[in-house]
């Protein structure tokens, strides 16, 4: 059996439920009855074949609607390996802090390139800190303090599933400084991020070896699972950019948000209008069952 998830952005009608009833069944799926996880807001959809022509028959079908399509068995995850800049956080922590040191346009057009997978990501790392060799170290805690915002639904998605017993890791390209505290915050139990190289009180235009990147992404989602004595299939992974893909490809449940179109093509689910807690009706889980920051 397979669950369809309607999850609206703002509201859904039972006129929006009757059209994705409609777009099943004519997909051939055999849809069963349709049942609300919270009224006007998602409903599951169980239906008995062909998840993939699921997926395309109402993907995008309405505005301001998500849709994920899995197994119904299993749907509630385990253990959950997140991206932190654009997927935990609202910016990209490198971008912000090069407008600090009067480079934002030429750095973030790089990390742009980056994240849709036009780059090797290591390399863009790489030269894009070097341009702030110079920066004051102070900087860091005033870009992390005006500018880190926390991305709706986080702090709800990473908590309710750690109080349902599931293990939760922040893993980032980014850096330590940030990553460090966006985890606390949210209330992830591990964080992994790249060390800034520091000289006095200085940037040193270096990362530490090695980077934090697409491998390494992978490699902590496949040790957590490890670690756990887990199937795959127990996993979540999110995030938006190409060095997210190999792990939202080694998840069970693999979900481009907001993201690039590498990424969304990679993925099993996307969130294309809804924030976080999406991930949270994905699983099944009504409001009334969420840990409310």
């Not at 998830?5 to 997909?27: E, H, P, W």
């Not at 040191?101 to 894009?128: H, N, P, Q, W, Y």
């Not at 980032?172 to 991020?193: K, L, N």
Request: charged share 25%.
């Amino acid at each position: 059996m397979f669950i369809a998830t309607i999850i609206a952005a703002d509201q859904m009608t039972q006129g929006d439920m009757s059209t994705f009833f409609a777009r099943l069944k004519d997909a051939g799926c055999a849809p069963g009855e349709a049942r609300w996880i919270d009224e006007g807001k998602a409903a599951d959809i169980p239906f008995t074949s062909d998840p993939a022509a699921a997926q395309a028959a109402l993907e995008r079908a309405i505005e301001g609607i998500d849709v994920i399509v899995q197994a119904e068995a299993g749907r509630e995850k385990t253990l959950l390996i997140s991206d932190m800049d654009s997927t935990m956080i609202t910016i990209e922590c490198i971008d912000e802090l090069a407008d600090y040191a009067g480079l934002k346009a030429e750095i973030s057009d790089v990390t742009e390139r980056a994240m849709r997978g036009e780059l090797d990501f290591e390399e863009a790392l790489d030269a894009r800190v070097a341009l702030l060799k110079g920066l004051p170290v102070s900087t860091l805690d005033t870009c992390r303090t005006e500018r880190v915002k926390i991305m709706p639904g986080a702090v709800e998605l990473v908590r309710t599933m750690r109080a349902r017993g599931a293990r939760t890791i922040l893993v980032s390209g980014g850096f330590t400084v940030f990553a460090d505290a966006v985890a606390q915050e949210i209330g992830f139990e591990r964080a992994v991020s790249n060390v800034l190289g520091i000289g006095g009180d200085v940037l040193d235009g270096t990362v530490a070896r090695p980077i934090v990147g697409a491998l390494t992404k992978q490699n902590v989602l496949k040790e957590e699972l490890a670690a756990l004595g887990l199937d795959a299939a127990a996993s979540m992974a999110v995030g938006d950019g190409a060095n997210d893909i190999p792990m939202i490809e080694a998840a069970g449940l693999g979900v481009a948000y907001h993201a690039k179109e590498k990424a969304a093509a990679a993925a099993d689910a996307r969130i294309i209008y809804g924030d976080l807690s999406a991930l949270l009706y994905a699983q099944g889980i009504a409001r009334k069952d969420w840990v409310i920051a």
